[in-house]
């Protein structure tokens, strides 16, 4: 990815050998899937789903429709720590995220595809085309990434998924850091990936995953998500958090004055889980232009050599203005800066009686430091050195140089790099990319574990295989 | 195409009210070709007015542009969806991969073609993945059950956990901090370590938690152990031994005290940096300056050694008075260039320069002479010196009066009697450590050393030479009142007891005990003894002197004279005694080292 999109690679270095592999990368927030050797997924589902009336309803078109009554939005990953709990909607999810752009109807024999005159001999193979489309991975290799978490069975169930009812020909797992080390062209690195629900610290020596180095905390999007909410709620007066589908029109209004706007009616009004969804859209809005992190040196708590706060800089930094769905508009000065600080400092977390303080333990700096203190001494530097951020959250303004900071002085004696790439693609999709990568290298194809062999050994052999 | 008439009859306009202009280009095209019938060239005709058409640019059909032919000779290179299998697996597992397909693989007829492509079920198998060169295993010591109970018994380790340290060392390619991160022996069940009847007494140690420090040291004396069962020592070849030597080498200990100074080098504080960083270009300018320090004493050192002899062929030139005045001109030259340490000297002080052919030489002849403090390598190099030799010639009058701090800027002195020629003040330093006897001339050099002064004086300046020339003479001085003090005290204890043998019978034995104790004095008693003697001369020379027995007994309490004194009460006990040689010592102490 860091050569340039348009320039071929030279015959003798280029290691690719596409298999027309699938590459999955479920998350909390969004499944990620596409054809290994391209540089973006083609396909990005919402986790969340719909489900009304027994049906469910996959896909960004559907799930954000207000007129489905009665339609329940649910999540088959658990808020926690971003594993699957509800197996069976997860499976179909991934599926459909696969399925609804990636492999499209099988090609056929022109004689047969329908284009051409049918003659009545070929109605019976028609039949057997549809049984045979059953499996939908029935060509295709998968990679599928996992947290660097996950239990046994997990691992397990994914390779039962795959092998029995995709009917994948060729099957892999692997983690979520050490994909995105290779995303970053490194085969040992410490990724920091702040996704939505998890935020977790990876340690990874020439391609292996040191499973006693990774930590994770909740503290990700979602807390941060409501942060922003405990933060519009201590605002007087409260900032109204209306989501768009409710505002039929607005009229502009001054800044903090009330909101001049009608709105929507509805006959059976969407469910709670439906308004919250859409209040988190606004608020990932919100995140995407308002919020920022405190860049440092310090934190945001603390005075300078000269006893300013750097908060009273923060103040005097120029705000920014938001304006929610119905009109109501608002300029937030230090307020941007609260809102992240808990990710750093514990201490500093909004909070009220529903949402506790964070403990030490969980913020930033602190995870970093406890993975490090579970690995030898001689691979310190190498980690320090080669800190990659990836995860969507990482992306909030002025996080990387605030995580440089601290850690500098926490470390002032090796050198800490932190890579974290401008691309928002590179830095959301960081783990799928690395799965691409290695999804299509020539010398991965001793890696997959093949139908065969999963038959032979059962699903334990991933634990054999995918090390 | 419908023209303008249809559509206003569509539109319902009144058509046929306005009559269409007829069309104007026929009645050009006519004109034109009126024009071609009159034989006049067409270019020429166009200048003649009514250019109403433009020159037609005259081209060559041959290189006009035509579209690229889209049938080509050859046929299309084609791609096919082949199945391949990787023979670094096991299962023989096919994929498929877009390859160009074989030439031969190509039929001529189309409806053959389109078959192949796309309803062929199963092309022949490709035969080998490109990639499968790359399936790399490492190699793991290979041990037997007889060798394993033979050699590489540990009590610490069972067979089976050795075997799962192998197992696991190849599964991820000997790379230490995964496989340490990765280590979790579970021993198996007992009934199968029952069989060997000393595996079952050690089945609580396999539990225990293995650093990586442990897991390398059991490997690596594996390694080395298997490696001398295969080609034992005498025979390895050198790399091979290089290698059994690393191996058998490994210490855990070692290595874990080695960790714990990388932790403690990797959790220095920020101000423990910044005081080493600092510590570090201390040192590195330190070195510099003594460096620099060196080569400036080495370049004096070389002149002292050998005068220029090049100065020395041309110094005729400079005999004379306007050769003396330009070289006077150059010096000052060379001076203002410098940056530091001028002689902050002007045209101005060539005044006294000697308008007559005499030259400088001549000028210290009545018994003065000119001295250089460092580079007086030849008499006759003399810088600013010059111009007050000269005043001070006789013929001259009397000579310039200086004050005492010119003298010394200038290194102006007086000598009463001068030798003939030049020598190095390095060589009369030489001559005061020489005494008459070699006995006297050992006896000084060792006071010397005591006294801490260098064979060599650094840097011979006047004083130090003159400090040290004192001392000499001291230490002289010295030695010699210890020698006559010795005298006297053998002529009193002979007196002594030739008085005792007079007194009576028991003095025989006495006499004997006597001997003893002055054979029993050691040299070190012996040099206080000088004090004593330094003591009884400084009554000699006239100082009052009533109780220098006293003396001589807190000599022999302190440390002696010729070390420094290193307490008041020490110095006030010299005062008498050794005044003289104290004060030179504190002096000549000083001085070299400056």
């Known amino acids: 990815m860091a050569q340039s999109a348009f320039t071929a690679p030279q015959q003798n270095e280029y290691a690719g050998d596409e298999v027309?592999?699938?590459?999955?990368?479920?998350?909390?927030?969004?499944?990620?899937?596409?054809?290994?050797?391209?540089?973006?997924?083609?396909?990005?589902?919402?986790?969340?789903?719909?489900?009304?009336?027994?049906?469910?309803?996959?896909?960004?078109?559907?799930?954000?429709?207000?007129?489905?009554?009665?339609?329940?939005?649910?999540?088959?990953?658990?808020?926690?720590?971003?594993?699957?709990?509800?197996?069976?909607?997860?499976?179909k999810l991934w599926e459909y995220s696969i399925t609804s752009r990636l492999t499209g109807e099988k090609q056929r024999s022109p004689a047969t595809n329908g284009l051409n005159d049918m003659k009545d001999e070929d109605v019976e193979m028609g039949i057997d085309d549809v049984e045979e489309q059953e499996k939908p991975l029935a060509d295709s290799p998968l990679l599928m990434s996992e947290p660097g978490w996950s239990t046994v069975k997990y691992r397990e169930k994914c390779i039962e998924v795959?092998?029995?009812?995709?009917?994948?020909?060729?099957?892999?797992?692997?983690?979520?850091?050490?994909?995105?080390?290779?995303?970053?062209?490194?085969?040992?690195?410490?990724?920091?990936?702040?996704?939505?629900?998890?935020?977790?610290?990876?340690?990874v020596s020439e391609g292996l995953v040191l499973k006693k180095g990774i930590q994770k905390s909740p503290l990700a999007g979602n807390f941060i998500s409501n942060q922003i909410r405990l933060m519009l709620a201590s605002t007087s007066p409260p900032a109204p958090l209306i989501p768009h589908y409710m505002v039929a029109s607005k009229s502009p209004v001054d800044a903090g004055a009330p909101s001049n706007a009608t709105y929507k009616k509805f006959d059976t009004p969407p469910t709670a889980?439906?308004?919250?969804?859409?209040?988190?859209?606004?608020?990932?809005?919100?995140?995407?232009?308002?919020?920022?992190?405190?860049?440092?040196?310090?934190?945001?708590?603390?005075?300078?050599?000269?006893?300013?706060?750097?908060?009273?800089?923060?103040?005097?930094?120029?705000?920014?203005?938001?304006?929610?769905?119905?009109?109501?508009?608002?300029?937030?000065?230090?307020?941007?800066?609260?809102?992240?600080?808990?990710?750093?400092?514990?201490?500093?977390?909004?909070?009220?009686?529903?949402?506790?303080?964070?403990?030490?333990?969980?913020?930033?700096?602190?995870?970093?430091?406890?993975?490090?203190?579970?690995?030898?001494?001689?691979?310190?530097?190498?980690?320090?050195?080669?800190?990659?951020?990836?995860?969507?959250?990482?992306?909030?303004?002025?996080?990387?140089?605030?995580?440089?900071?601290?850690?500098?002085?926490?470390?002032?004696?090796?050198?800490?790099?932190?890579?974290?790439?401008?691309?928002?693609?590179?830095?959301?999709?960081?783990?799928?990319?690395?799965?691409?990568?290695?999804?299509?290298?020539?010398?991965f194809h001793q890696m997959w574990v093949s139908k065969k062999e999963y038959d032979e050994h059962g699903p334990n052999i991933v634990e054999k295989r995918c090390k | 195409?419908?023209?303008?008439?249809?559509?206003?009859?569509?539109?319902?306009?009144?058509?046929?009210?306005?009559?269409?202009?007829?069309?104007?280009?026929?009645?050009?095209?006519?004109?034109?070709?009126?024009?071609?019938?009159?034989g006049i060239a067409r270019e020429l005709a166009d200048l003649h007015g009514d250019r109403d058409q433009a020159p037609v640019v005259i081209q060559d059909e041959s290189k006009a542009y035509r579209g690229k032919k889209l049938i080509d000779k050859k046929p299309v290179q084609r791609w096919a969806w082949t199945p391949f299998v990787n023979s670094a697996r096991s299962d023989g597992l096919v994929l498929r991969h877009w390859k160009k397909a074989k030439v031969s693989h190509k039929p001529l007829e189309g409806s053959e073609d389109t078959k192949e492509n796309f309803a062929s079920t199963e092309p022949e198998v490709e035969e080998d993945s490109a990639f499968a060169k790359y399936n790399v295993q490492i190699e793991t010591p290979q041990y037997t059950d007889e060798q394993y109970e033979a050699h590489l018994r540990n009590d610490d380790w069972s067979k089976e956990e050795t075997d799962y340290l192998c197992q696991q060392v190849k599964a991820y390619y000997q790379r230490w901090p995964v496989i340490a991160d990765r280590y979790d022996f579970q021993p198996s069940e007992p009934s199968q370590e029952a069989e060997p009847p000393d595996a079952a007494a050690t089945p609580p140690k396999t539990l225990k938690r293995r650093s990586m420090e442990d897991l390398k040291q059991r490997y690596y004396q594996?390694?080395?152990?298997?490696?001398?069962?295969?080609?034992?020592?005498?025979?390895?070849?050198?790399?091979?031994?290089?290698?059994?030597?690393?191996?058998?080498?490994?210490?855990?200990?070692?290595?874990?005290?080695?960790?714990?100074?990388?932790?403690?080098?990797?959790?220095?504080?920020a101000d423990e940096i910044k005081e080493e960083e600092f510590l570090l270009a201390e040192l590195q300018r330190i070195a510099l300056n003594y460096k620099k320090l060196e080569t400036e004493r080495q370049e004096i050192r070389q002149r002292l050694e050998g005068p220029q002899t090049s100065g020395n062929t041309s110094v005729a030139q400079y005999s004379t008075s306007p050769g003396l005045q330009l070289l006077f001109t150059q010096l000052i030259t060379a001076d203002r260039a410098k940056k530091r340490g001028r002689l902050s000297l002007n045209m101005g002080d060539?005044?006294?320069?000697?308008?007559?052919?005499?030259?400088?030489?001549?000028?210290?002849?009545?018994?003065?002479?000119?001295?250089?403090?460092?580079?007086?390598?030849s008499a006759q190099q003399k810088k600013g010196s010059a111009p007050q030799a000269a005043a001070a010639t006789p013929t001259n009058g009397p000579a310039k009066q200086l004050s005492p701090r010119q003298a010394a800027r200038f290194g102006y002195s007086t000598h009463e009697r001068l030798t003939s020629g030049v020598t190095f003040r390095l060589?009369?330093?030489?001559?005061?450590?020489?005494?008459?006897?070699?006995?006297?001339?050992?006896?000084?050099?060792?006071?010397?050393?005591?006294?801490?002064?260098?064979?060599?004086?650094?840097?011979p300046t006047e004083r130090a030479c003159d400090a040290l020339e004192r001392l000499v003479g001291t230490i002289v001085k010295l030695l010699d009142v210890r020698k006559v003090l010795e005298k006297e005290e053998a002529e009193l204890r002979i007196a002594e007891e030739t008085q005792k043998a007079l007194e009576g019978g028991p003095g025989g034995q006495a006499l004997q005990a006597g001997e003893e104790q002055s054979e029993a004095v050691d040299?070190?008693?012996?040099?206080?003894?000088?004090?004593?003697?330094?003591?009884?001369?400084?009554?000699?020379?006239?100082?009052?002197?009533?109780?220098?027995?006293?003396?001589?007994?807190?000599?022999?309490?302190?440390?002696?004279?010729?070390?420094?004194?290193?307490?008041?009460?020490?110095?006030?006990?010299?005062?008498?005694?050794?005044?003289?040689?104290?004060s030179a010592s504190n002096k000549s102490n000083k001085r070299p080292r400056k």
């Not at chain 1, 099957?171 to 996704?195: C, K, N, P």
């Not at chain 2, 249809?6 to 006519?30: E, H, M, N, S, Y």
């Not at chain 2, 400084?538 to 009052?544: H, K, L, Q, R, V």
């Open chain 1, 162 to 203: 795959a092998m029995e009812d995709w009917g994948t020909p060729a099957f892999y797992l692997a983690r979520t850091g050490v994909l995105a080390a290779f995303a970053s062209g490194r085969h040992s690195a410490l990724v920091v990936d702040i996704g939505a629900s998890a935020t977790s610290v990876t340690p």
């Open chain 2, 427 to 459: 060589d009369k330093l030489l001559k005061i450590r020489q005494a008459k006897s070699t006995i006297q001339t050992q006896k000084i050099a060792a006071a010397l050393a005591e006294l801490k002064v260098p064979e060599l004086l650094p840097l």
């Open chain 2, 222 to 269: 594996l390694s080395a152990i298997c490696m001398t069962l295969q080609t034992p020592v005498s025979r390895m070849n050198p790399s091979e031994f290089s290698l059994h030597e690393t191996l058998s080498k490994f210490s855990a200990a070692h290595e874990t005290t080695r960790k714990k100074y990388a932790e403690s080098l990797l959790r220095r504080s």
């Open chain 1, 273 to 443: 889980s439906f308004r919250r969804l859409e209040e988190e859209r606004v608020l990932t809005e919100f995140k995407e232009s308002v919020v920022q992190v405190w860049g440092g040196p310090g934190r945001l708590t603390s005075h300078d050599q000269n006893g300013i706060s750097n908060e009273d800089k923060a103040r005097q930094m120029p705000g920014r203005t938001f304006e929610m769905p119905d009109g109501w508009n608002q300029v937030y000065g230090v307020e941007r800066f609260r809102c992240t600080e808990g990710l750093f400092d514990a201490k500093a977390a909004l909070s009220d009686s529903e949402h506790p303080t964070p403990s030490l333990s969980q913020t930033l700096p602190a995870l970093i430091q406890a993975s490090l203190s579970a690995l030898d001494v001689d691979i310190h530097p190498v980690m320090l050195s080669n800190i990659v951020l990836t995860g969507g959250s990482s992306l909030l303004v002025g996080l990387s140089e605030r995580l440089t900071a601290e850690l500098q002085a926490m470390y002032p004696g090796p050198r800490v790099r932190i890579y974290a790439p401008g691309q928002t693609v590179e830095r959301k999709f960081a783990s799928w990319i690395g799965g691409s990568i290695l999804g299509s290298l020539g010398s």
């Open chain 2, 350 to 377: 060539m005044i006294g320069t000697p308008n007559g052919a005499q030259t400088p030489v001549s000028g210290g002849g009545p018994g003065h002479r000119d001295s250089i403090s460092v580079a007086a390598g």
């Open chain 2, 523 to 582: 040299p070190g008693e012996g040099e206080e003894g000088a004090d004593g003697a330094a003591a009884t001369a400084g009554g000699a020379n006239g100082e009052a002197d009533a109780d220098g027995d006293e003396d001589v007994k807190m000599e022999e309490a302190s440390s002696g004279a010729i070390r420094p004194p290193s307490s008041g009460a020490g110095q006030a006990g010299h005062k008498r005694s050794a005044s003289v040689m104290s």
């Open chain 2, 1 to 38: 195409m419908a023209s303008r008439r249809d559509v206003d009859d569509i539109l319902g306009l009144d058509a046929a009210l306005k009559p269409v202009p007829p069309p104007q280009r026929q009645k050009t095209v006519q004109k034109t070709q009126q024009r071609r019938k009159g």
């Open chain 1, 20 to 91: 027309s592999a699938i590459v999955l990368d479920p998350g909390y927030s969004t499944v990620r899937a596409g054809l290994a050797g391209e540089d973006v997924p083609k396909s990005i589902v919402p986790t969340f789903y719909g489900s009304t009336d027994g049906k469910l309803l996959f896909g960004d078109n559907t799930i954000h429709n207000s007129y489905v009554p009665n339609m329940e939005i649910r999540n088959p990953m658990s808020e926690t720590d971003g594993i699957v709990q509800d197996w069976d909607t997860a499976a």
